[in-house]
């Protein structure tokens, strides 16, 4: 199977049963991507495809050749890392750390869909030129990305220091 992982090419040969996750971390040794509760109902295993994030541990590698892949460790450049990661070092977004990394995929992609103008079940004005991401927003996109140590204060903190700050236009309809 062909992958591009982090913008770099891959090639692999696994079952066609391997999970994404499992295929990014026992196959290519991709470790930031976690598994926790296998099951889709935690979000630690938050990735990339193509911009959108995805659950990896429900999704087999198959449905995703040819796709690009971003996981936590391709969130960094040369020039150091995300904006949002070092906003989770300043706020103290995380205890343990075994959810960050989901989270961190999770808020990119959160940012990306405001971006694009697509609503969340508490958006108010579907008409609206522009998503604020406020308190509610913010809380509501970002809720299948859950933190058992409770860090979520700095979580919040960083994600809305790194994307609040100017609500994005909606994409006018063609």
Known sequence: MQFTINDRPVEVE???????????????G???????CNQGACGACTVLVDGARINSCLALAVQY??????????????E??????????AHDGFQCGYCTPGQLCSAVAMADEIARGIPSHVTGDLTAATIALDHDELRERMSGNLCRCGAYNGIVAAIAETYAAAPARQEEAA
């Open 30 to 36: 991709l470790m930031g991507s976690k598994k926790g």
């Open 14 to 28: 696994v079952d066609l049963r391997t999970s994404l996750l499992d295929l990014l971390r026992e196959h290519l």
């Open 65 to 78: 050749q040819g796709r690009a892949i971003t996981t936590v460790e391709g969130l960094a450049d040369a």
């Open 80 to 89: 150091g890392l995300h904006p949002l990661q070092r906003a989770f070092i």
